[in-house]
């Protein structure tokens, strides 16, 4: 999985502490830019819950290599932008699956799977052969099929997005895709995303008996 950042406001600590500060303030965002002390009006502002001053930073993500089974649980997430690469349009000639680890590691499963796979893509190519166009042949590929997804979600739905899925209870596909994202948003934007992650890392788990036990660290200090 290769996951990149192409673009996202800059400044975006400051931008929002500053639209923040300009609903207290007698001046505009631009005139206050320059002395906002963005840590202190975020975490009060953001901390009483006033999260819609973070979406004015917004993210764009370049993902490639991931699942579709991944991409089928990511684009659940409404308050996002999505570009997905076609299946309809692309063909998908060349075998190209993730693994799961529990799959990898064990060889009978293994051999298993990539028979499985060998078996799918060889009917994939006949269907081609006999003149089934892609986007009808696709219908016999798999949910390990990999797939490349451009995503752009502002700050809010982000937190939102890596409280649920850095937590140990999402799959680990897309936690290690979250986890890289949030790693990705705390390089340009620390203070919107420092208590970013699972709700442990700011509190006890909701997640009631289907709690995994183990708290995760934030990430930075990891
Ligand atoms: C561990 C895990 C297991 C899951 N298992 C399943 C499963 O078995 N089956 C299944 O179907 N899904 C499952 N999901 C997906 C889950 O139910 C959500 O669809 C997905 O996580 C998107 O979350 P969301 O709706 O909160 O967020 P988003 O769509 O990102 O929306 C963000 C927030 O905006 C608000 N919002 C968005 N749209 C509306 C709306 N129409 N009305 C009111 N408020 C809105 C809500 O406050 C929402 O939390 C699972 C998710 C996780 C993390």
């Not at 309809?88 to 680890?101: E, G, K, L, T």
């Not at 509190?203 to 036990?213: D, F, N, V």
Request: glycine share 6%; with cysteine.
């Amino acid at each position: 999985m290769r996951v990149e950042l192409l673009a996202y406001t800059p400044n975006a600590d400051v931008i929002c502490a500053s639209a923040g500060n300009s609903c207290y303030s007698s001046s505009p965002a631009h005139e206050i830019m320059g002395d906002v002390d963005s840590e202190r009006i975020l975490n009060r502002i953001v901390g009483m819950g006033h999260h819609s001053v973070i979406e004015h930073a917004v993210f764009t993500f370049s993902v490639e290599g991931v699942s579709r089974a991944l991409t089928h649980q990511l684009v659940r997430h409404r308050i996002a932008s999505f570009s997905q690469q076609s299946q309809r349009y692309v063909s998908m000639d060349d075998p190209s699956y993730v693994v799961p680890h529990t799959i990898e590691g064990d060889p009978e499963a293994m051999a298993l799977f990539e028979s499985t796979m060998d078996a799918i893509w060889k009917a994939y190519s006949d269907l081609e052969s006999m003149g089934i166009p892609p986007e009808d042949a696709r219908y016999v590929l798999p949910n390990g099929c990999t797939t490349n997804i451009t995503i752009t979600m502002n700050a809010r739905e982000l937190l939102h997005f890596f409280s649920l899925r850095c937590c140990n209870r999402a799959q680990w596909e897309i936690r290690e895709m979250a986890d890289r994202m949030l790693d990705l948003c705390l390089e340009v934007s620390p203070v919107i995303f420092r208590n970013a992650g699972p709700p442990c890392v700011r509190g006890p788990c909701p997640e009631g008996r289907l709690t995994c036990g183990e708290p995760r660290s934030k990430r930075g200090s990891e």
